[in-house]
């Protein structure tokens, strides 16, 4: 088999058998393909696409390339929720307790990556002490005992992803539905969670900017998992604005406690339901949405969920008593207020931009190298639709530098638009693909 008869095939709009699929990743895998080939084969797939079966050997083959977790020590279903990313996005830390409250178990394998903020491993270390470095037995004996464990990822998952997903940043060919797909649905695959839920973010914060795209991401990736034999599902958010209030690393963890003690936004609480009963339908702890959704509110009521993340955080070395206090998060004290500059309604909020004044802030990483200011941020207290009057506090900035806060604040600038009159809202749940 030959490299360029590949790049030909497809250039002319046929179809990648399952064995030419193996060929190119394991062959790219072992450093034995040169990038320039794999860059044309990938423009010819961003051109001519990938169908269904293409879809699913390419995500195989990467999910394949380097090891696979292999989670069948944990009695029961293991069940993971993935994201494809957005602004203010801390679900992870209040869903995951408030589904192991109900009796379902999460095993997950975490990397850090790099955005506006921190991923969930960054967040959850604004806990003095919690560590995402254990062992394999801990990481097993631990969702045995308490239903839940976080683990850095030390092993190889999916290093064909790796090497691709580095080569289309830079040869602009990410944003193809089916390399997309297969780049997520490799790493969750070899992750080892018989179940999965995704959540599709879509709008000016998301890779999708439009529903129908969303959709179709959403289909692709539902497709590949079932295809692979593991149930899964997917819901699609809105991320045409920030989820919740706060964006930031410790400010985001207060703002998920609060929702475990059910005084969290309305979007960022509604979504923990959908993505939460979903999750807990498909571990079959519930046969029924609604029940689902009983449990999970009796999660929060009972203060259950609470327990779960101070058990959690605990047995992860971290101090639980932030959790009962999560006024001792340490969040940066320069405070900043920015003013509405009119009387009107919320409009829209750029939500990329509010991305990149947390960055600005120090807030995320620009390289994999970059040190992560755990403690900046900013809460949003006018969202869209809130009606204002010029002068009122739209939005907190928390920083830690006086340079950098400056450059936060005037980033923050032409973030809001007003209207006259109430915008119509879409709500935060937009579909869902089962
Ligand atoms: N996230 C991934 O992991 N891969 C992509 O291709 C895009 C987003």
């Known amino acids: 088999m030959q490299m360029y008869d590949l790049i030909m095939k497809k250039r002319n709009g046929s179809r990648l058998s399952k064995d030419e699929i193996d060929f190119f990743v394991n062959g790219y895998t072992r450093g034995e393909i040169p990038d320039y080939q794999v860059s044309a084969l990938m423009m010819a797939i961003f051109f001519r696409g990938m169908d269904k079966e293409e879809t699913v050997d390419l995500t195989m083959a990467m999910a394949g390339s380097g090891e696979v977790l292999d989670l069948s020590n944990i009695p029961g279903i293991k069940c993971d929720k993935h994201s494809t990313g957005g602004v203010g996005d801390k679900t992870t830390l209040a869903l995951i307790p408030m589904v192991v409250a109900c009796g379902a178990r999460v095993a997950k394998m975490s990397g850090r990556g790099l955005g506006h903020t921190g991923g969930t491993i960054d967040k959850l270390e604004s806990f003095p002490g919690f560590s995402t470095s254990i062992s394999d037995k801990h990481f097993m004996d631990q969702v045995n005992t308490i239903g839940v464990s976080v683990m ?104 998920a406690i609060d929702t475990l003690h059910g005084k969290g ?118 969202k869209v639709g809130d009606q204002v009057a010029k002068g009122d506090t739209i939005a907190r900035i928390y920083a830690s530098d006086p340079e950098k806060e400056k450059a936060a604040i005037a980033r923050f600038e032409g973030t809001y638009t007003y209207s006259d009159t109430k915008p119509g809202s879409r709500g935060i749940i937009l579909g869902s693909v089962d």
Do not use: W
Not at 161 to 178: I, P, Q
Not at 210 to 234: E, P, Y
Not at 290 to 306: C, H, Q, R, V, Y
Not at 359 to 382: C, H, M, W
């Open 152 to 255: 850095g990822q030390t092993v190889d998952l999916a290093p064909a992803d790796k090497k691709l997903y580095a080569l289309r940043d830079v040869t602009a060919t990410v944003d193809n539905m089916s390399l997309i797909a297969s780049s997520i649905m490799s790493k969750k695959l070899a992750s080892g969670a018989d179940a999965i839920v995704l959540d599709v973010k879509c709008g000016s914060g998301a890779f999708m900017k439009t529903f129908d795209d969303a959709k179709a991401l959403a289909t692709a990736m539902v497709d590949i998992g079932k295809g692979a034999g593991r149930r899964t599902m997917a819901v699609i958010s809105d991320m045409d604005q920030p989820l919740g209030r706060a964006v930031g690393n410790a400010i985001e963890v207060r703002e």
């Open 265 to 382: 936004p309305d979007d960022f609480t509604k979504l923990c339901y959908e993505l939460g009963s979903r999750m807990l339908l498909m571990s079959d702890v519930c046969t029924g949405l609604d029940e689902a959704k009983d449990k999970l509110s009796e999660a929060i009521s009972s203060g259950k969920a609470l327990d779960t993340l101070a058990a959690f955080v605990k047995a992860q070395g971290g101090d639980e008593s932030y959790v009962y206090d999560p006024m001792k998060l340490k969040v940066a004290d320069r405070v900043t207020e920015i003013k509405a500059d009119r009387d009107g309604f919320v409009s829209h909020i750029e939500c990329d931009e509010i991305g990149m004044v947390s960055l600005t802030l120090g807030g995320g990483r620009v390289t994999k190298e970059s040190e992560i200011d755990l403690s900046v941020g900013l809460i949003l207290d006018k």
